[in-house]
């Protein structure tokens, strides 16, 4: 069969991939998309969608049992794990169609089958049916990440789980060990210690959530503790010996080593990208620890071959994958545009309570040479967030003492995650803190916080 040609051939359909091609086409291109398993990749599948439909049914389990607060009834309050799960793949079925109209309204050939590079422009896809070449002077690679399995540690479904086996649950965890507490690690642990498992976390730095600032990692390890999760930081599982229904985890912290039973283990610590096999070396593309090596503009060094999202430099989110695909779409398409700045990227973690982020850490700030300013502001202290019922947060922002640049925002508390656009879109307009001073904020609202948080940095916070 005569091989296919086209303007562009992206390799993996996540929301790198998709996005990439649907831009690629609004701008005249010719477009195939390869994808071996499901359109929307991990992200929609079996990562951000369908953790957040989970985390959203604990939450409301979380607020039934706190009916009583709000002067309401609710009895005889229970959970059907099964209908949890079946509503989290529904969600994620929902939106990975969404996915094939897409392709279909942009005109895009969606090709089913695993990719290999076989030579400069030339895709070679093995399908159900055989193999069919692609030929295209522009090849996106967006083939994004899996979990990253330590030896001894590996998932075997049944007594030890990676994030997958943890979105389609066999059972209720009754001891749970989550090992590493990044955003994967944390939200389960948060989704299971909710429904009442009895969860421990093992973290190997010397704290949680160890790319937030420090303050709000301590800040949301206080009240993880509040809701009874146990919390081993500079702690590390050495091996687990399995014999069904039980796990012994060897934990080493501090020199000794000490042995904890549990009935399940979720193994969270990091990802490797999903590179090897495709070819790429083979064409010149450097690759560093599993990650292809491109520059800010997502090239190879290699003609006409760009790699986007988790396949490359982090930090590895969906919605940088995505800024990432349309970036290079245009570039593509002889356009100019901004490269990623991955220091602009938000952050967010949908455990209970929300953990998000933008820019420097204080630590960092300094570490970085700038004289900071740094304002907070608790939410005990706003009227939105005490009539909520939700006053256990903070918001933090740091500035530039000599400019009044905004270097970086952190938060913890609730819908946080959707608070910390407003600082995202100050730093993409590079605001200073008189810009956000002189912003009138709605009342009441929690975004008041932010406006407050900004205000104590110079020492003028109103309600606090």
């Known amino acids: 069969m005569a091989a296919r040609s086209f303007d562009v051939v992206v390799i993996g359909a996540g929301p790198g991939g998709y996005v990439a091609a649907i831009r690629a086409a609004q701008l005249g291109k010719s477009v195939a998309i390869v994808e071996r398993e499901n359109l929307g990749g991990i992200c929609l599948n079996w990562g951000c969608i369908p953790t957040k439909a989970l985390l959203r049914s604990a939450e409301v389990f979380h607020l039934m049992h706190r009916a009583k607060e709000f002067g309401l009834t609710a009895d005889k309050i229970g959970f059907d794990l099964d209908a949890v799960v079946k509503r989290s793949r529904k969600v994620a079925g929902q939106l990975s169609g969404g996915i094939g109209h897409l392709m279909k309204k942009n005109k895009i050939t ?28 522009n090849i996106i690679v ?78 949301a390890k206080k009240q993880f503790e509040k809701q009874g999760m146990k919390i081993m930081e500079k702690s590390m599982v050495k091996k687990l010996d399995r014999a069904a229904p039980k796990v012994t985890a060897h934990i080493e912290r501090g020199g000794k080593t000490e042995q904890h039973e549990f009935d399940t283990v979720i193994s969270a610590v990091g990802i490797v990208a999903n590179t090897e096999g495709l070819g790429l070396e083979e064409l010149g593309a450097k690759i560093d620890r599993s990650f ?10 290699v003609e006409g071959l760009y790699v986007i999202g988790d396949a490359t430099n982090g930090p590895w989110l969906a919605h940088k994958a995505s800024h990432e695909g349309v970036m290079v779409a245009e570039l593509i398409a ?15 973690t949908y455990c ?35 009539a909520l019922g939700e006053p256990e947060g903070m918001i933090k922002t740091i500035f530039d003492a000599k400019t009044g640049e905004l270097l970086g925002a952190h938060m913890v ?35 008041e916080m932010m406006h407050e948080s900004v205000l104590d940095a110079y020492g003028r916070a109103l309600h606090f």
């Open 334 to 348: 002889g356009g100019h545009p901004h490269a990623v700045d991955p220091s602009s990227i938000a952050g967010c």
């Open 142 to 219: 967006a083939t994004g990440a899996r979990a990253r399995e330590l030896p001894g540690l590996e998932a075997d479904g049944d007594l030890v789980w990676t994030y997958r086996h943890a979105l389609q649950p066999g059972r209720m965890p009754k001891k749970l060990l989550v090992i590493g507490s990044g955003a994967i690690g944390i939200e389960f642990a948060s989704f299971f210690n909710t429904l009442g498992a009895d969860v421990t976390v093992v973290e190997v730095l010397d704290r949680i959530l160890p790319v937030e600032d420090a303050e709000i990692s301590a800040f």
């Open 110 to 137: 969606v090709v089913m089958g695993s990719a290999k590079l076989t030579g400069k422009g030339k895709v070679t896809v093995t399908t159900d049916k055989g193999t069919e070449d692609l030929t295209a002077p």
């Open 292 to 301: 292809v090596v491109t520059d800010q503009y997502c090239r190879t060094g």
């Open 352 to 386: 209970h309570p929300q953990v998000a982020s933008v820019g420097l850490t204080e630590a960092k700030a300094k570490d970085a040479g700038y004289e900071v300013k740094v304002g907070r502001f608790p939410f005990i202290g706003n009227g939105k967030a005490i």
């Open 413 to 447: 508390g609730a819908e946080v995650t959707e608070l910390i656009q407003g600082y995202v879109v100050g730093r993409q307009l590079e605001t200073t803190e008189e810009d956000l001073m002189n912003t009138v904020f709605p009342h009441p609202t929690l975004s």
